[in-house]
């Protein structure tokens, strides 16, 4: 079962603050986002994992709620580059050779 | 150092055609990958491989198969095109587990019209 993104599109505009969610009805191991540009492909952004460890992007932050099963993607001083579609991808036990991709939540930032 | 690399760009077939992508990469990466994306939507697994020789089932293999015969190369294939399976396809790959922290490096997608 596919992880429920929220909200599914956002409009910024330049230097604001955005928060994309990612819920999941199973227990989660590890939450991976990528960013994705139209007609292009995905681009790996963090990757959080059971217990803390976190891997990524230097200006981008993110957290992992192992109880309430959800990650959350905070996107600070938004900037043009920023816009695109974000998916979270998530693993469901250390043996994981599988994400299971949420279906994305579009971000559009303007001037 | 290409990274990840798709033939072809983009293809249009007749239904009943078959076909293979190919997906190459040059950064000794254990784990492969086959995605599709839809208009508008996530991405779904088709199939995946954990090595050389090694293939598995993702969330929607019907209608495909994949043969890992080299480390560098996966090749996808439909057999008997549909309507259906009109779709962009994307190749990745990870040097091991993901669920060990590992991120996976997408190739610039294939564009794949049954008519």
């Known amino acids: 079962q596919q992880p429920v993104q929220s909200p599914q599109a956002v409009i910024l505009r330049e230097g604001e603050d955005a928060v994309i969610n990612c819920s999941s009805s199973?227990?989660?191991?590890?939450v991976h986002w990528y960013r994705q540009k139209h007609g292009e492909a995905p681009v790996f952004l963090m990757i959080?994992?059971?217990?803390?460890e976190q891997k990524g992007h230097e200006k981008i932050s993110a957290s992992f709620n192992e109880k309430k099963q959800q990650s959350s993607l905070y996107l600070t001083a938004s900037q043009l580059s920023y816009s695109g579609t974000y998916f979270c991808?998530?693993?469901?036990?250390?043996?994981?050779?599988?994400?299971?991709f949420g279906g994305g939540t579009r971000l559009m930032v303007k001037p | 150092n290409a990274g990840v690399t798709q033939t072809p760009k983009f293809r249009v077939l007749k239904t009943g055609q078959s076909m293979t992508l190919l997906c190459a990469q040059d950064?000794?990466?254990?784990?492969m990958y086959w995605y599709r994306q839809d208009p508008g939507m996530g991405l779904r697994l088709i199939h995946y491989?954990?090595?050389?020789?090694?293939?598995a089932k993702g969330e929607v293999p019907d209608g495909y198969n994949v043969s890992r015969l080299k480390k560098q190369n996966f090749l996808l294939g439909l057999e008997s095109a549909a309507p259906s399976q009109t779709s962009v396809y994307f190749c990745?790959?990870?040097?091991?587990?993901?669920?060990?922290?590992?991120?996976?490096?997408f190739g610039p997608g294939t564009r794949l019209t049954v008519l």
């Open positions: 950064m000794n990466h254990e784990y």
């Open positions: 959080l994992l059971k217990g803390g």
């Open positions: 199973k227990a989660l191991y590890s």
């Open positions: 991808g998530t693993t469901y036990n250390n043996a994981g050779n599988m994400l299971t």
């Open positions: 990745a790959s990870s040097y091991s587990h993901l669920a060990w922290g590992n991120e996976q490096f």
């Open positions: 491989s954990v090595g050389e020789g090694t293939t």
